[in-house]
């Protein structure tokens, strides 16, 4: 069960009801437009923030820049993940046909290069496959089914229409009252702080 | 035609479709200043969304009912005739002594095929930044995985005694002996399970941020669970974003040299042996062209009714259809190119039997297949080049069965009269499909359709999270034209889309 209420300077708060000593854990503020969320996102970024993010329906261009956010490391990943599959899809054909069992077909060698590219091609594709994928859930620490911003009603709408900025609670600048002045000035149309 | 469109109407009621009607707008009109809008109507992220959504959160429509209980009791014919054939062993089908590859061949390579339009939207047309792909992505996607499963279901009622289809992985038999990995057929296990992996992430991934939108939205408590568990607990996050971006892209990047790789390895299974009419060093090509030209047909087999039920004409709009329709007829060329050019290299290369062959395939005793493939896939799509044929739906959709049927007899004119008449006259014979044969076939289309259906019923239709940036970019691009036709009041423009 959620409480709402209302302060004097517009920001609500979301209090779980059965937290006994609640605690600010994120703040969110809402946008309209992404234009509004880009002058935003620049804005606090400018401030020094470190555990904060933005939320949008669609990946807006350019927000990047504006917040910041360095170049990921997912190639490399990948990168690795089409070596494994590669070498990993040689070495297998190479040991089953020619080691393990070594089974001769028609007098041709037992293991060659070019009869064994098709297989270890498309191993090559499936590992990387893997690693995009498995990648970009561990550095997105996906899944992770619950997060604080399910708690507001406002934020379902950050994955249909609303932009949103979120800051963590355990920011080292995190402060309700200053922080909540500071988006309001950067234009949120709503602020909300939710405690657990 | 009018008439023909009244008889049709009470299909498209209303009613049946839950009221979703949206009018036909056209927007496939050439203007080099300005580029055409790819979402037409009055729509925001807001409209697009609840459109979208609604597909799912709405209840079902008689008309929804109607095709996936059809769909499903076609798939029943399946539950019959393959413990049938597992019990009584492939004698209940027409294969004979020269003919060993008989539907289950024809029917694994024409929806191996069929899948490969999905990735190739998806993919490459994805790096080459044609953004008309995000209304039709996912649904395209769907029926990849769809008609994949439908394809893998080939080999492994093939091999006769399914309990042993377990030797096409790379597991040791009874005897601790590995597959063969010098054979086509073992590349194929390769090509068709990496690919059917790499779509599904594929496909999985692109819907994680509508499964969250889908989640958000949700009222009912099972919805919240089940969307909730498949979002993975997506916040839209640009963090995130990042990621998912660059791994997108990745998975683009190596989805398309898989795309092509696949039907080229489907195609080995032909061109490595020694069979005339087989023997070919243009079947990789040729089978990809095919592939992609079948595929695009079953997409638009599958949307032109899908955009009508679900209202969805604005989005996927009449220019996206036109699109379509332009490479179904390139494709369409391509394989009568590579008809034609089989045909020269029989003749070019002198060898007798590879010139029997193909006099064989177009004047014997298959000749009424062969003339079937021809006209669908060759001449029938020669009517887009007319733009008001191209942009009609009821021609769309009837070039687009066309071709589904003359691709079919394309897997079923190469694997049949090479191997009906190969090298050993004393070895002829013609071969014809029994009872359970065509029962598996239409089983087939039954699970396809079902699939279908359930994926319009559950999951997001259209790729939201991209369209959306598709009206953000045409927001923006509608406020710069404006600013520069009228300098004094020009507003910032608003990309709020």
């Known amino acids: 069960m959620e409480s709402q209420m209302n302060s004097s300077n517009g920001v609500e708060t979301i209090t779980a009801e059965t937290a006994i000593d609640p605690k600010p854990v994120l703040m969110l503020a809402e946008f309209a437009t992404a234009d509004g969320l880009m002058e935003a996102a620049a804005g606090v970024r400018d401030k020094g923030f470190k555990l904060w993010d933005c939320h949008t329906p669609y990946p807006v261009h350019g927000l990047d820049a504006a917040m910041g956010v360095k170049p990921t490391l997912l190639p490399w990943i990948v990168l690795c993940g089409g070596f494994f599959g590669f070498s990993g899809g040689l070495l297998m054909q190479g040991w089953m046909n020619a080691i393990d069992y070594p089974f001769l077909i028609s007098g041709k060698p037992f293991f060659s290069i070019p009869a064994s590219i098709p297989v270890a091609f498309e191993m090559t594709i499936l590992f990387s496959a893997f690693a995009s994928f498995g990648g970009m859930l561990l550095l997105n620490g996906l899944p992770r089914l619950y997060r604080p ?45 939710i405690e657990e | 035609m009018k008439r023909l469109l009244e008889t049709l109407s009470p299909i498209v009621r209303p009613e049946l479709t839950g009221g979703a009607e949206s009018p ?64 009584w062993g492939v004698g209940t089908w027409g294969v004979n002594n020269p003919v060993g590859w008989g539907y289950a061949i024809v029917n694994f390579v024409f929806w191996v095929g069929i899948g490969h339009a999905g990735t190739l939207i998806s993919a490459i047309l994805f790096l080459f930044r044609q953004k008309w792909r995000t209304s039709i992505n996912r649904a395209a996607e ?27 992985f790379p597991l040791p038999n009874q005897m601790e002996l590995w597959p063969n990995f010098r054979s086509p057929l073992v590349w194929d296990v390769f090509a068709v399970g990496t690919y059917f992996t790499v779509s599904l992430l594929f496909w999985y991934m692109g819907m994680i941020p509508d499964l969250a939108t889908l989640r958000d939205r949700a009222k009912h408590a099972v919805r919240k669970v089940a969307y909730g568990a498949l979002s993975l607990g ?69 949307l032109v009714p899908a955009r009508q039920f679900f209202g969805l004409k604005d989005v996927i709009t009449l220019k996206h259809l036109e699109n379509m329709n332009k490479i179904i007829m390139l494709t369409g060329m391509l394989v009568g190119y590579a008809y034609s050019q089989e045909f020269f290299m029989a003749w070019y290369g002198g060898v007798k039997v590879e010139k029997f062959a193909f006099i064989n395939r177009a004047f014997g005793q298959y000749a009424w297949a062969y ?31 066309f071709v589904n049927i003359g691709m079919w007899f394309e897997r079923f004119v190469i694997t049949v009269t090479s191997l009906a008449n190969e090298f050993t006259t004393s070895a002829w014979d013609y071969y014809s499909p029994k009872l359970a044969d065509v029962m598996i076939l239409l089983g087939a289309f039954g699970l396809f359709f079902t699939l279908f259906a359930l994926f319009c019923r ?40």
């Open chain 2, 142 to 168: 769907a029926m990849t995985i769809f008609a994949v499963i439908c394809a893998g279901m080939f080999p492994g009622i093939h091999v006769g005694r399914a309990w042993f289809a377990y030797w096409m």
């Open chain 2, 234 to 302: 997506w916040t839209g996050s640009n963090r995130q974003w990042h990621v998912y971006e660059r791994s997108y892209l990745l998975l683009a990047a190596l989805a398309t040299p898989l795309v092509l790789s696949v039907h080229s390895v489907v195609s080995f299974d032909f061109a490595v042996s020694q069979i005339p009419g087989w023997h070919t060093t243009i079947f990789p090509p040729y089978f990809v062209a095919g592939a992609i030209f079948s595929g695009f047909a079953m997409v638009m087999t599958l």
């Open chain 2, 371 to 401: 003339w079937i493939m021809v006209s669908c896939n060759v001449l029938s799509p020669q009517i887009f080049w007319f733009k008001k044929m191209r942009t009609n739906i009821w021609v769309m959709f009837v070039v687009s069965i």
């Open chain 1, 149 to 193: 911003h399910f708690r507001s009603d406002r934020f379902r709408r950050a994955t249909a229409d609303r932009f949103f900025i979120s800051i963590d609670g355990r920011d080292r600048q995190f402060d309700v009252d200053s922080n909540s002045r500071l988006l309001q000035e950067l234009g949120a149309s709503a602020v909300e702080v």
């Open chain 2, 458 to 497: 559950f999951l997001p239709f259209i790729a939201m999270s991209e369209v959306r940036g598709v009206l953000a970019e045409q927001a923006q691009a509608k406020a710069r034209a404006q600013q520069q036709s009228s300098p004094e009041s020009a507003a910032k423009p608003a990309a709020e889309s």
């Open chain 2, 24 to 87: 036909e707008i056209d927007n496939t009109a050439y203007s080099p200043d300005s580029r055409t809008p790819l979402i037409t109507g009055d729509n925001d992220n807001t409209t697009i969304t609840d459109k979208v959504c609604g597909i799912v959160e709405n209840k079902p429509t008689i008309g929804w009912w109607g095709f996936f209980l059809l769909a499903f009791s076609v798939l029943g014919l399946l539950g019959v005739f393959i413990p049938f054939l597992i019990f």
